[in-house]
C-alpha cells in the first residue's frame, strides 16, 4: 500500500515538472508561495537545475520570496502579502514591522503597522516593544559586517525573524560580541555575564578582565571616585564573579599578566604552573594583601605554611593569624635547637596580650626562652639586650643613662659602638670613647626628621660631600628667580658663546620657552613675572600673548588652576566670566580684558571661538555694541552668521549680516579705526506678487548668499538715490516762483482744483509747486507749498499723499467721478484706503503728521503704521486705537477736505481700513492674527456693533490658509448671519478641511449634521473606520441627533459583509438602544436587528470566539443592575420584545447550518439571561428551540395561564420522560432526610390545624420541577421560576406578588412571621431566586441570629429555668438546630464575620449607654434597633434602652460561640483565632464579675477544651470547679470529661486528685477512678518499702499494718471500678494486688503474734518476708521454697506472673524442712502428678552426697509418702529403688504387681539382685 502511494506521490511531482518546463523561475515561486501548492516541489525543481544544495537554494528562494512580498507592500495588497508569508512558514510580524522600518515612504510604513495594530491590538502593544528591540539588533549588526561574516552560517540572512529564532546562548553570545564590536551602552542590560567573561577569555583581553577585577574590588571596598565611572565598568561593579567563571579563566587563559594572576590568587585561584609553588601562591597573595583573610584560612591550613616560614627564618611572619598553631606545635617538637623560639611564638599566639592572665603569661615564656636561649653562653645581667630591658623598668634618668653608656655591656651594642666611632673627644674627651648624654642630646636636638625629601643637605666633611652630595649648577633661570633679568640675559649670552661660539634664533627662542613656562608656572608672583616678561622682550620676543593670558588668569580666576582643561575650554571659562562682570558692572565694558581674550583666540585659530558676549548682546537685541566689538576688532563675519540664532528677533540679524556685507570690503587691521556709513533702506510695502517673493527670498536664504543679496539691494537703492540727484531741484523751486501772481483764495471743491492742477500756464507758486511735485514725483514741494499757502494745507496735503502712495493717476480718475457725484468724501476716503492697501501706511501717518498736526485721525494711522512697520502689537500700540475710537464717539475725527460724517458711517469705513490693513499689509499669517487680537483687546465691539472681531479673530485662526484660497471678502463679515460666513463654511466642506469646517460653523452656531456626516463618509470612502466609541463621542461633542450616527453605520454596513457587517449592525442597534431611538422612516430597528443576526449566522467558526452577541436593552440597562433576576411575567416579557408590532418584509429561508448556529446564540442568550431577546429572536426568524419553549411554558404555567389538565398530548409525552432524580438541581442549598424529618416533627404541633398546599399547585410545582429539569440551557431563569413559585406555594401568597418582590428583605419577613410549612426551604429559595450575594445572605443571617440572642434577654416574665436560652428562628432552635442554618450561608466565614461585627457593635453600644466615645457602623445601627424594639417600654424622651453587664455579657457569650461554628465550618483558621483571642480576654471580664455560669457556657459553647485552660483556672482558682458538672448533652459530655481529665492530668497533677475523682463520679469514669485507686494503692506501697523495708524482711508494726490495709482497700476499689467498666484484665490484676496486700498482712501479723507469744520480754520489732518487691525469679523461688505456704505461693504467683515449681517447694519444706503440714495444703489446693515427684526425687538426688542411701530417716518417711502417691507402678518401683526404700519395694515384689514387672522386663538384674536378697 504504501509503496503504492509513493509511486502516485512520484508521478505527480513528475508531472508538476513536466508542467513547469519552459516557465521563468520568478513566475512559479510566485504562483507557488501564492496559492501555498508545492512549494517543497518548487525548492527541489530549481535546486536541482541550478544544481546546488537545496539548503543554499533555499536562501535565494526566501530571497525571491521577500521580494515579492515588499512589491505586494508597495501596492498596499497587505493581506496577499500576510498570505504569501504564511504560505512560506514565515513570521508575518517580523517582516511586516521591518519593511515598515525599512520603508522609505512614510504613508504607506503607517499604513502596514496600522495594519498589524488592527489584527489584534493587545497582543500588537505588548510585541511592539520586543520587535523593536530586535529591530535595533538588525540595525546595529548591519553595521558590523565583520561580525556578521564570521556568522553567516548560523545567520545566513539578517533579519529579526532570523534574530528571534536563534537560541537563547547563541543570541546571548552574539549580542555579546556586538557589544565589544560597536560599544553600544544599551545592550549592556541584556548581557549574560558569564558569556561576557567567557568571550573576554576566549579572546584572551586582559585589559578588560583586568577592569572587571578592579570594578569588583572597588565595589567591595565601596570607594567613591572622582570621575564617573562608563556604563561597562558600573556593570562590571554589580557583577560578581563566580566561581565556575574563575575556573573557566584558569582553564583557558594563556600566559595571564602578573597582575591578573594576583587576582585570582585573591580570588583562591592558581594557574596550573604555579598550582604546586607555594613560595609563588605566597607572594601573590602578600601583594594583593589577603594572606589574612578568612576567605584563604581553608586552603591556608592545607599548605605546609609553617614550616616554609620556618626553614626561611620568616620568624615574625609565624605569628600572623593564617599560621596554625596545631602546625608550630608539631615543628617545636621535632626541632631542638629552635624549639624554645618556637614555643615562644606558640604562646605569643595563644594568649592574648590586653588580658592580665594572657599577659603573665607570655611574660613568662619570654623569660623561659631568655634563660633558654642564654644559658651557658654568658652571664645574664651581661647581655646588652636584658640590660637595656632592667634600663626600661626602671626610671629614667640622665646619671643613669649614662652609668648604662659606660657600662661594658652596652658596648657591645653595634649602634653604640659606631656611635662611640665616629665621636672624637680628644684628650680631655672621656677615656671610654662613648658620648656623654649630654652631648647625644645636643647633637639630635636640631635635626629635621621632617624636612622635605627635596631639601639639600650640607655636610662639614668634605668627603661626605663628595660622596652624597647632589650635583647641581646655578644657570640663568636661578638669576631670573633671583628678579635678576638683566643679568640672566647676559649669564645666558655668555654662556651660549662659551659653549657653542654662537648664539641662534633658535637658542634664544629655546630660552624665552622656559622663561614663559617659568612665569605660568609661578603666575601669582608678580614680580618673577614682570622679570620673565623683562627677559623674553630682552631677547626680542613679543610677550603680548603672555602678558594678555596672565591678565585673564589673574584678573578673571581662571578654573585652569585646579582642573586640567584644554585650551579652548578656557578661554570659553574666560568669556563667561567677562560676561558675568559685565552683567554685574553694565555701565563699564570690559575693553582690556576682552581685547586680550581675543588677541588669544585670533592668534591661536580657534575652531570654536569665544561667542559668549556675542550671544549675551545678540539674546538681548542690542545690535549697537554688537556692530562695535565687529568693527573695533574686526571679528570675520563667519561670527555673526553664527549668531543668527541667537537674536531675540531674527530679522535683526539677518539685517545686520546684510548691512556689515555691504558695507565694505572685508575688515582688516589697517583700516579698522576709520568710520564706517550703514545705509538704512525703507522697506517696500507694495503687496506685489514679485516684492513679495523676493521679500520671503531675502528673508529665507542662507547665509552665504545673504551677503550677495545685500549688496544687490544696497546697489539698487543707490542707483535711485543717484537719479534723484539728477533732478535739478534748485531749478524747479526757480521755476515754480512767480512773485508776480497773488495769491488765490482757498479752493472750495476737488472739481476746481483739478482744474486749476490741469492748466498749463504759470499760476501762484503754491500751485506751481504742486504740479512739479506731481510731475517730477517729488513730495517734498508739496510742503514746500505748505508753507506758502497755509490755506490750502489740505489741498498739500492731498498731493503729497497722492505723489508718495503713487495714486495720482486713479486720484484724477476717481476725481471725474466724484465730479458727477458730488461726493469729495469718498475720493478722500479711497485715497486714504488705497494708500493703506497699496502698504503706504508710513506715508500716510506722516502725512497727518506733517500736515494735519492736530487731526484724530492720526492714532487710526498711528496704529495701523505700528502694527505693519513695526510688527508691535503692544498695549501701547493698542491704546492708539482706543483714543481713536473714543474721539470718534465724541464726533471729534473728520478727514481733510470732508464734511463731518455720520458716525456710524464713519465707524464703517474706519473698519473697512481696519480690514484692508488684515489682508494686504502682513506677510504672514502670525502676524493677522496678532492684528486681530490687538482688535479684540482694544474692546473695539463694545463701541461698534458692525462687526464681531472677537468672531473674526476666532474664525481667522482657524482658516486663514483658506480664506485667500476661497476670495473671501473680509468687508462683508459684518455680523454672524453673514452669506460670506455660509460660503466659508461651504468652501470648507467641499476642499474636505472638515476640522476647520466644524470649527468655524460651531463658532457661528450653524448646522453640524451635514458636515459631520460628510466627514464620516469622506473618511469611509477612504477606508478608515474607527471604533464606535469615538463616534459616540464626537455626536455628545457636537450635540447631534444619534440618527445621524445610525444612518452612517447603515451606510457603512451596506458596502461591507462578514464579521464588519455585523460589527457595523450591531453599533447600529446599540446607538438605538442607548439613546431610545424610535423607529422612523429613516431607519427600521427590526430590519436592522435581523440582518445582523443574519451577519451573525453567516460569519465563519473561527470568527465567532472574537465577537461578543448583542442583547436587548431591558437586559443590560435593567436586568444586570438587577443580578439577572427575572422580575417581569411572560406578557410583560413580551411587550419589552415587542413580539406583536414585529414586521420583517423579506425573510430569507435558513440553512441547516445557520439553524444550528441560532439555535446556540438562542441558547447562550439564555445562559445569560436575556430571555427579551431570545423571544425577539425565535419571532423573527420562527425559530423556537425546546429550552426556550420549556422556559415560556414554565412561565405560563406558573402565572396561571395554563394548567397541567389542559397541556397537549406532546407537552404530556415530554413531562412524563421528567426524573424525580433530577428534581434537586434547582435547589443549590438542600435540607437532608433527617433534617427536613426533624422539621416536619418540630412543626406538626404548629401545623396541625393549617391547610397543607393544595393538591393543584403541587402538581404545578411537580410539573415545573419536570419541565425545568429537562433545561440544558437557560438554567437560572428556569430555576428562578421553579423557587418563586414554591416560595409562593408554602407562603400563601399569589406567584406574581413573589415574582414582582424585588426586595427579598420583605420575603424574608413574611416567611419568619407567618406561619408556614418548609420555612428553612422558602428562605433558601428566596436567597437563591433573588442571587442574593454570599454576603447579603451573611448579614441577613446574622441580623436573624443576633435578635433570636437578644430578643430573650428582655422577656419580663419569669423563664423556667429548664427552657432554652436563645428564641428559635423560623420554628427552629437555633442551638440545637445551628447546622441548618449553617447550610443557609454559602460561606460561613462571611457569617462568622458579620457576628464578630455585632460583637464589636455590642462593645460599642455599652460605650454608648454609659456616655463614653463609641465608633459608629452598620452592626451598630441595626443592634440599636433591636434593642429599642424588644427592650422595656420607656418614655419618650428617655436616654438608651439600657443593658445590665450581665445581659451584655450573655449576649456577647452567645455571639462568639455562634461566630466560633461558623468559623468552624469552613475551617477558617483565622477566624477561630480571632474568637479565641476575644474569648480570652471575655473570660477575664467574667471572672471579674463572678459569672461562672456564662464561664461555662463559654467553655462548652466554643468547646475548644485545650486553648481554653485558662476558663479552668478561672473556675478552680475560685473554687467553682462544681460548675463544670452540671447537666449537658451528650455530644458535650464527652469533650468535656476528656478536657477536665486532661488538665487535671496535666496542669493539677499534685493537687487535682480530689477534684479528678469528684469530675469521676460525676462522668461515672469508672476506668479512670480505678486507675487513681490503683495509683494510690502503688504509692503506698512504694512508701512502706522506703520506710519499713530492710534486705528482704519487714518490719511488723502497726503502721505497716494500718498502710498495708489501706493499700488493700485501694486495690479492692480499684478492682470494683474496673469491673464496672467491664475491664476484667485489669480487674484481675488488681486483685492480685490486693491479695498480695491481704498475705502480707498475714505475715506480719503471724510474726507479731508468734514474737509476742515466745519472746515477751523483747523490745525489737518483729520482722517477716517481704513479698512487695519482688523484682527477679531467684527472690520469688526464695519466698516459695522457704517463707510461703501453698495457698501464699499461689497469692505471689498471680501478683507477680512467676509460674511455681512444685517439685522444687515440695522439697525443700516437706522433705528437707520436714513440714508435713505441706504436703497436706498442697493437696488440699493442688493435684499432684507423678512427675512433679519424681522432679523432686532427681532434685534431691542431685543435692545428695551419699547417693541414693537417705541420711536421715525423717526424710526417708518423707519420700515414702511421696513415693507412695504414685501411680505409676514402674516408676514407684524405680524411684523407691533409687531411694533405696526397701519396704516399698518389697510390698511391690510381694504384691500381685509383680508379673507386671516381670512382663515388661523392668528392671531384671535389679530385681533378680532383689529376690536373691
Not at 579652548?568 to 571659562?573: A, F, G, I, T, W
Not at 466560633?1460 to 465550618?1465: A, D, E, R, T, W
Request: hydrophobic share 40%.
Amino acid at each position: 500500500m504504501h509503496s503504492g502511494q509513493s509511486q502516485t506521490h512520484v508521478q505527480g511531482k513528475e508531472k508538476i515538472f513536466r508542467s513547469w518546463s519552459g516557465i521563468s523561475e520568478i513566475t512559479i515561486i510566485k504562483e507557488a508561495t501564492t496559492k501555498g501548492e508545492h512549494i517543497d516541489f518548487c525548492l527541489e525543481y530549481w535546486s536541482q537545475k541550478r544544481k546546488i544544495p537545496l539548503q543554499e537554494y533555499r536562501h535565494y528562494f526566501f530571497d525571491v520570496v521577500q521580494a515579492y512580498v515588499q512589491r505586494l507592500l508597495s501596492e498596499r495588497l497587505v493581506c496577499k502579502a500576510e498570505n504569501v508569508l504564511r504560505n512560506v512558514e514565515r513570521d508575518v510580524k517580523c517582516f511586516f514591522y521591518q519593511y515598515a522600518c525599512e520603508c522609505q515612504d512614510e504613508e504607506l510604513s503607517e499604513f502596514v503597522l496600522d495594519h498589524l495594530r488592527s489584527k489584534e491590538p493587545q497582543l500588537y502593544e505588548q510585541e511592539e516593544p520586543v520587535l523593536t528591540y530586535y529591530w535595533s539588533l538588525v540595525q546595529q549588526l548591519r553595521e558590523c559586517s565583520s561580525l556578521m561574516t564570521r556568522h553567516k552560517v548560523q545567520i545566513p540572512r539578517l533579519n529579526i525573524e532570523a534574530l528571534m529564532s536563534l537560541p537563547e546562548e547563541s543570541l546571548q553570545l552574539l549580542l555579546v560580541e556586538l557589544y565589544f564590536a560597536n560599544g553600544n551602552d544599551t545592550l549592556l542590560v541584556e548581557l549574560n555575564k558569564e558569556l561576557v567573561w567567557q568571550h573576554l577569555v576566549d579572546n584572551q583581553l586582559m585589559d578588560k578582565l583586568l577592569k572587571w577585577l578592579t570594578c569588583r574590588q572597588r565595589a567591595g571596598a565601596e570607594v567613591q571616585e572622582e570621575s564617573v565611572p562608563s556604563k561597562l565598568e558600573q556593570c562590571f561593579e554589580s557583577w560578581p564573579i563566580d566561581a565556575s567563571m574563575y575556573d573557566y579563566g584558569v582553564e583557558q587563559l594563556k600566559q595571564p599578566c602578573e597582575v591578573l594572576r594576583n587576582f585570582f590568587a585573591k580570588a583562591g585561584y592558581f594557574f596550573d604552573d604555579e598550582s604546586s609553588n607555594i613560595s609563588t601562591q605566597l607572594r601573590r597573595l602578600c601583594t594583593m594583601g589577603c594572606l589574612q583573610d578568612k576567605e584563604h584560612a581553608d586552603w591556608l591550613c592545607q599548605q605546609p605554611l609553617a614550616k616554609y616560614l620556618f626553614e626561611r627564618g620568616y620568624y615574625r611572619l609565624l605569628l600572623m593569624d593564617c599560621v596554625p598553631t596545631v602546625a608550630l606545635e608539631q615543628l617545636a617538637n621535632s626541632q631542638s635547637e629552635l624549639g624554645p623560639l618556637l614555643a615562644l611564638i606558640v604562646d605569643l599566639k595563644k594568649h592574648p596580650l590586653n588580658q592580665t592572665e594572657g599577659f603573665q603569661l607570655i611574660a613568662r615564656s619570654v623569660q623561659t626562652y631568655l634563660e633558654e636561649t642564654h644559658h651557658g653562653v654568658e652571664p645574664l645581667e651581661e647581655h646588652p639586650l636584658l640590660t637595656f630591658y632592667d634600663f626600661l623598668t626602671q626610671e629614667p634618668s640622665i646619671g643613669l643613662l649614662e652609668g648604662f653608656l659606660t657600662s661594658t655591656s652596652l658596648s657591645r651594642v653595634p649602634y653604640l659602638k659606631s656611635l662611640s666611632a665616629r665621636f672624637d673627644h680628644g684628650p680631655t674627651g672621656h677615656p671610654s670613647g662613648v658620648p656623654t648624654p649630654h652631648e647625644l642630646f645636643r647633637k639630635f636636638k636640631n635635626i629635621n626628621l621632617e624636612a622635605h625629601s627635596s631639601e639639600l643637605w650640607s655636610f662639614s666633611n668634605a668627603r661626605l660631600s663628595q660622596r652624597y652630595a647632589r650635583k647641581s649648577q646655578l644657570n640663568y633661570t636661578h638669576y631670573i628667580k633671583q628678579q635678576r633679568s638683566a643679568y640672566a640675559v647676559y649669564y645666558l649670552i655668555t654662556e651660549q658663546l662659551q659653549l657653542y661660539g654662537q648664539i641662534t634664533r633658535a637658542q634664544l627662542y629655546h630660552a624665552c620657552e622656559t622663561v614663559t613656562q617659568l612665569a605660568l608656572r609661578n603666575a601669582g608672583d608678580a614680580d618673577l613675572v614682570t622679570h620673565c616678561v623683562a627677559c623674553c622682550e630682552m631677547l626680542g620676543f613679543d610677550t603680548q600673548l603672555l602678558r594678555s593670558f596672565l591678565l585673564l588668569q589673574r584678573q578673571l580666576n581662571s578654573k585652569c588652576q585646579v582642573e586640567n582643561v584644554s585650551y579652548s575650554e578656557m578661554l570659553c571659562h574666560w568669556d563667561e566670566q567677562i560676561v558675568k562682570q559685565l552683567i554685574d558692572q553694565p555701565e563699564e565694558f570690559p575693553l582690556e580684558l576682552y581685547q586680550s581674550l581675543i588677541c588669544l583666540a585670533n592668534r591661536n585659530g580657534l575652531d570654536k571661538f569665544p561667542n559668549n558676549l556675542l550671544k549675551y548682546y545678540a539674546s538681548r537685541d542690542d545690535w549697537w555694541p554688537l556692530l562695535l566689538i565687529f568693527q573695533y576688532f574686526d571679528l570675520p563675519l563667519s561670527e555673526l552668521k553664527k549668531l543668527l540664532g541667537h537674536f531675540k528677533t531674527n530679522s535683526l540679524g539677518l539685517h545686520m549680516l546684510q548691512a556689515l556685507s555691504y558695507d565694505c570690503p572685508p575688515f582688516s587691521t589697517t583700516t579698522s579705526h576709520h568710520h564706517h556709513h550703514h545705509h538704512h533702506h525703507k522697506r517696500n510695502f507694495r503687496r506685489t506678487e514679485q516684492n513679495t517673493a523676493s521679500s520671503q527670498e531675502t528673508l529665507t536664504n542662507s547665509s552665504q548668499s545673504s551677503n550677495q543679496d545685500a549688496g544687490n539691494l544696497s546697489q539698487g537703492i543707490r542707483e535711485q538715490s543717484l537719479a534723484c540727484n539728477n533732478q535739478d531741484l534748485f531749478a524747479i523751486l526757480l521755476t515754480s516762483s512767480t512773485n508776480n501772481l497773488p495769491d488765490l483764495e482757498p479752493i472750495e471743491n476737488i472739481g476746481k482744483f483739478m482744474d486749476m492742477m490741469h492748466i498749463q500756464n504759470p499760476q501762484c507758486t503754491w500751485l506751481n509747486l504742486l504740479k512739479n511735485c506731481v510731475n517730477y514725483e517729488m513730495p517734498i514741494l508739496a510742503v514746500l507749498a505748505t508753507t506758502l499757502s497755509e490755506q490750502n494745507r489740505d489741498w498739500c496735503w492731498l498731493v503729497w499723499l497722492a505723489v508718495t502712495s503713487g495714486q495720482w493717476g486713479t486720484l484724477v480718475q476717481d476725481a471725474h467721478l466724484s465730479l458727477k457725484e458730488s461726493n469729495s468724501s469718498k475720493l478722500i476716503w479711497s485715497l486714504v484706503r488705497g494708500a493703506v492697501y497699496r502698504g503706504q501706511v508710513n506715508a500716510l501717518l506722516h502725512s497727518f503728521i506733517i500736515f494735519q498736526t492736530d487731526s484724530k485721525f492720526t492714532h487710526l494711522c498711528r496704529f495701523l503704521h505700528l502694527t505693519s512697520h513695526k510688527e508691535d502689537f503692544s498695549d501701547s500700540t493698542i491704546d492708539e486705537l482706543r483714543q481713536f475710537f473714543y474721539y470718534l464717539s465724541q464726533d471729534r475725527v473728520c478727514l481733510p477736505l470732508c464734511p463731518l460724517q455720520p458716525r456710524k458711517l464713519l465707524m464703517k469705513s474706519s473698519i473697512n481700513l481696519l480690514l484692508t490693513q488684515l489682508e494686504n499689509n502682513f506677510d504672514c499669517i502670525l502676524q493677522q492674527e496678532k492684528f486681530l487680537n490687538c482688535i479684540c483687546r482694544s474692546d473695539v465691539g463694545d463701541i461698534c456693533d458692525l462687526l464681531d472681531f472677537c468672531l473674526l479673530d476666532k474664525v481667522f485662526a482657524v482658516s486663514a490658509k483658506w480664506m485667500r484660497q476661497f476670495s473671501i471678502d473680509l468687508e462683508q463679515l459684518v455680523s454672524r448671519d453673514s452669506p460670506e460666513y455660509r460660503r466659508l463654511v461651504e468652501n470648507l466642506t467641499e476642499v474636505k478641511a472638515y476640522e476647520e469646517a466644524l470649527e468655524v460653523a460651531s463658532m457661528l452656531q450653524l448646522p453640524l449634521n451635514d458636515i459631520v456626516y460628510g466627514k464620516w463618509l469622506d473618511e469611509l470612502d477612504r477606508g478608515e473606520l474607527r471604533p464606535h466609541v469615538e463616534y459616540e463621542r464626537e455626536i455628545e461633542k457636537h450635540f447631534l441627533p444619534p440618527a445621524i450616527l445610525v444612518n452612517f453605520l447603515l451606510q457603512a454596513a451596506n458596502g461591507t459583509s462578514g464579521l464588519k457587517r455585523y460589527d457595523l449592525l450591531k453599533s447600529c442597534l446599540s446607538v438605538i438602544k442607548q439613546h431610545h431611538l424610535f423607529p422612523n422612516e429613516s431607519f427600521d430597528r427590526d430590519q436592522i436587528e435581523y440582518d445582523m443576526t443574519w451577519s451573525y449566522l453567516e460569519l465563519a467558526e473561527d470568527e465567532l470566539p472574537s465577537i461578543k452577541i448583542y442583547y436587548s436593552e431591558y437586559f443590560e440597562q435593567i436586568m444586570l443592575k438587577e443580578r439577572c433576576v427575572l422580575y417581569k411575567s411572560f406578557a410583560e416579557l413580551k411587550e419589552l420584545a415587542g413580539i406583536d408590532d414585529l414586521s420583517i418584509a423579506n425573510k430569507s429561508k435558513l440553512t441547516q447550518e445557520m439553524e444550528n448556529r441560532l439555535n446556540e446564540l438562542l441558547n447562550t442568550l439564555l445562559d445569560e439571561g436575556d430571555i427579551v431577546e431570545a423571544l425577539r429572536l425565535q419571532e423573527l426568524f420562527e425559530f423556537r428551540p425546546n429550552d426556550l419553549r420549556f422556559i415560556v411554558f414554565a412561565m405560563a404555567l406558573a402565572e396561571g395561564m395554563t394548567t397541567v389538565s389542559t397541556l397537549a398530548i406532546k407537552e404530556r409525552q415530554l413531562l412524563s420522560e421528567v426524573e424525580k432524580s433530577a428534581f434537586p438541581k434547582f435547589n443549590r442549598i438542600t435540607l437532608n432526610q433527617r433534617c427536613a424529618s426533624d422539621l416536619s416533627d418540630s412543626l406538626s404541633d404548629a401545623v396541625e390545624f393549617e391547610e397543607i398546599p393544595a393538591k393543584e399547585k403541587q402538581q404545578t410545582l411537580d410539573t415545573l420541577l419536570g419541565i425545568c429539569s429537562k433545561l440544558k440551557h437557560g438554567v437560572e431563569l428556569g430555576r428562578r421560576i421553579v423557587l418563586a413559585y414554591r416560595a409562593a406555594m408554602y407562603l400563601d401568597k399569589e406567584y406574581m406578588d413573589v415574582l414582582r418582590t424585588k426586595d427579598a428583605a420583605i420575603l424574608l419577613k413574611s416567611a419568619a412571621e407567618e406561619d408556614c410549612l418548609q420555612r428553612l426551604l422558602v428562605v433558601s429559595d428566596i436567597h437563591i431566586s433573588t442571587r442574593m450575594t454570599p454576603l447579603e445572605i451573611a448579614e441577613s443571617l446574622a441580623l436573624e441570629l443576633t435578635t433570636c440572642i437578644v430578643r430573650p434577654r428582655f422577656y419580663i416574665l419569669e423563664v423556667p429555668r429548664n427552657t432554652l436560652r436563645n428564641a428559635n428562628l423560623w420554628g427552629h432552635n437555633i442551638d440545637r438546630d445551628f447546622h441548618l442554618f449553617l447550610e443557609l450561608a454559602p460561606n460561613t466565614t462571611l457569617l462568622g464575620n458579620c457576628l464578630m461585627d455585632y460583637c464589636d457593635a455590642l462593645k460599642s453600644y455599652r460605650r454608648y449607654q454609659d456616655n463614653k466615645p463609641y465608633e459608629e457602623s452598620e452592626a451598630f445601627e441595626r443592634l440599636s434597633q433591636i434593642i429599642s424594639r424588644y427592650g422595656i417600654p420607656k418614655s419618650v424622651n428617655a436616654g438608651p434602652q439600657v443593658l445590665s453587664h450581665k445581659k451584655h455579657n450573655q449576649i456577647y457569650v452567645e455571639l462568639l460561640i455562634k461566630a466560633h461554628l461558623c468559623f468552624v465550618h469552613e475551617c477558617s483558621m483565622e477566624g477561630i483565632a480571632n474568637v479565641l483571642q476575644r474569648a480570652k480576654h471575655l473570660n477575664s471580664q467574667l471572672t471579674k464579675a463572678r459569672s461562672w455560669s456564662l464561664i461555662v457556657r463559654l467553655l462548652i459553647g466554643i468547646a475548644r477544651y485545650r486553648e481554653m485552660y485558662y476558663c479552668f483556672d478561672a473556675l478552680i482558682d475560685n473554687d467553682q470547679f462544681e460548675s463544670l458538672l452540671g447537666q449537658f448533652d451528650d455530644d458535650q459530655k464527652l469533650g468535656l470529661r476528656q478536657a477536665i481529665l486532661s488538665y487535671l492530668r496535666e496542669y493539677q497533677p499534685n493537687n487535682g486528685k480530689e477534684l479528678l475523682r469528684l469530675a469521676a463520679l460525676h462522668f461515672l469514669m469508672y476506668k479512670e477512678l480505678a486507675e487513681m485507686w490503683a495509683q494510690d494503692g502503688q504509692e503506698l506501697i512504694t512508701r512502706i518499702r522506703q520506710q519499713y523495708e530492710q534486705a528482704g524482711k519487714l518490719k511488723c508494726c502497726s503502721d505497716v499494718q494500718s498502710l498495708l490495709q489501706r493499700a488493700m482497700e485501694n486495690f479492692s476499689h480499684s478492682t470494683e471500678n474496673y469491673l464496672l467498666d467491664n475491664k476484667l484484665l485489669l480487674a484481675q490484676q488488681n486483685v492480685a494486688k490486693a491479695e498480695l496486700m491481704a498475705m502480707q498482712l498475714d505475715l506480719c501479723s503471724n510474726h507479731g503474734d508468734k514474737r509476742n507469744s515466745t519472746n515477751m520480754n523483747t523490745s525489737s520489732t518483729p520482722i517477716c518476708p517481704s513479698v512487695l518487691g519482688v523484682e527477679t525469679r531467684e527472690h520469688f523461688r526464695d519466698l516459695v521454697n522457704t517463707h510461703l505456704s501453698v495457698p501464699q505461693s499461689l497469692i505471689l504467683s498471680r501478683a507477680y506472673g512467676y509460674d511455681l515449681n512444685w517439685s522444687e517447694a515440695l522439697l525443700c519444706h516437706f522433705v528437707i524442712l520436714q513440714r508435713g503440714n505441706y504436703l497436706k495444703e498442697y493437696l488440699c489446693h493442688q493435684v499432684i502428678n507423678d512427675d512433679i515427684i519424681e522432679q523432686a526425687v532427681k532434685g534431691y538426688l542431685l543435692q545428695s552426697s551419699q547417693g541414693a542411701v537417705l541420711s536421715r530417716q525423717q526424710e526417708e518417711q518423707s519420700f515414702g509418702q511421696l513415693v507412695n502417691l504414685i501411680k505409676s507402678v514402674t516408676l514407684k518401683y524405680k524411684l523407691a529403688s533409687m531411694l533405696g526404700l526397701k519396704t516399698i519395694v518389697m510390698s511391690l515384689i510381694n504384691d500381685s504387681t509383680v508379673y507386671y514387672l516381670r512382663d515388661t522386663n523392668f528392671g531384671r538384674k535389679e530385681f533378680s539382685n532383689i529376690v536373691d536378697s
